[in-house]
């Protein structure tokens, strides 16, 4: 008596709710489908009535079916086709789907499980193993809606970051026109000798910065700079660091000075790079610090004086094509305070020319494990004898590329050509 009464205690227990609150009931013997409709209106659910699955079709179409039973064995639709159907109408929320079938052959659950169908059910069915399988198709869809939400937050999330990524996309693209603007002119003759800079940012953005400027009527200003890093912070230092370099006046170039006659001569590089050193340790709040290479050429005498602070050496391509290096390394700038600099002369034939490159250059991958370096990138201009000016650096992009297997550059490209023409 302990046992039955325990027993029918069971089949009276209210599953817990809020996941599966309709139940439709698919069956074309009315008796079969009383006898299920009593379990489930006991258990609280609300609960729907099909005699076929053409009328099962209509219901599902119109009300929210958390879980169908459904007979295997019906006339016109079967249970099968039903499920099969039922599955193809790509609705929102999964519902659980229950076969009743007298069929126990591996094959024919195979072909239940393959139609979509969760679980099966041998009639005559049982209250207690229906519950039991109720509350498993529970946890299943418990389990599945709350996977759904958490896919639609993801959804959402990404949704958002998409629409900031396309927001700050648009600002970067406008920032590489604003940091591209800096080099105003990538080329100008200056009669005896001229110009070409080159400059290729890995990223939208980037930190290296070339620039020249004229100091007077003999010499030529230059500098390849490359700041530590390659994003928005490295750019913005590029831009202060203009600002210094290339003012709209001689006056406000850091590289000039401006003697009692009025007339404008070029500075010591290496108190530049001092003076530099100092406004990035006392000045400027921040981590960064940049390697440079700031000079002035003579185009009257071929005389090249720089300050070489932490900067891949600068090239000579003499007239055979042949490249020699030059240089004494230096420190960075902004990284220690009263770090030495000192000043280095070379000269240059007519004919030759100087080459100041960033070590985007020189450590330029070969597609592997290897990188350029100074023997690979003078072994490169071979055969650039007759290029000069933009076509020098078009033919230097061409190979580089080449010699990457087209792969995107890690670092930003830089480059300055001091043509000593004859």
Known sequence: MAVAQEKISYLQAVPERGVVNTVLVVDDSRAQRRILSSYLGRWGYEVFEADSGEMALDICASEKIDLIISDWMMPGISGLDFCRIFRSLGRDDY?????????????AVAEGLDVGADDFLTKPVSGDELLARI????????????????????????????????????????????????????????????????????????????????????????????????????????????????????????????????????RSPAEVASSLNRLMLEEMDTDLYFTMILGHFDKRTGSFVMTQCGHPYPAIQHQDESVSYFGEGGLPVG??????????????????????????????PDGGEGMLGEEGFATMLNGYADLSGGAFFDTLLWDLNKYNNDRDFPDDISAVLIEYLK
């Open 95 to 107: 519902a659980y789907f229950i076969l009743l079938t007298s069929k126990s052959e591996k094959a």
């Open 135 to 266: 509350r498993a198709g529970e946890r299943i869809l418990r389990m599945q809606r709350e996977l759904k939400e958490q896919n639609d937050l993801v959804s959402s999330t990404l949704s958002e970051i998409s629409a900031l990524y396309d927001s700050l996309d648009k600002d970067l693209v406008e920032a590489r026109k604003l940091q591209q603007s800096l080099v105003k002119e990538r080329f100008r003759s200056f009669g005896d000798a001229q110009v070409s800079l080159l400059l290729r940012p890995s990223g939208h953005v980037g930190g290296d910065l070339v620039g020249f400027f004229p100091i007077n009527d003999t010499k030529i200003g230059v500098f390849s700079i490359d700041v530590s890093g390659h994003g928005v912070a490295s750019a913005l230092m590029t831009a202060r660091l203009a600002a210094y370099l290339t003012g709209s006046t001689p006056d406000q170039n850091l590289a000039i000075s401006t003697a009692i006659d009025g007339s404008y001569a070029p």
């Open 335 to 364: 990284l220690i305070p009263n770090a030495p600099y000192e000043d280095y002369e070379v000269k240059i034939s007519k004919g030759e020319r100087i080459i100041l490159l960033s070590d985007g250059v020189t450590e330029c």
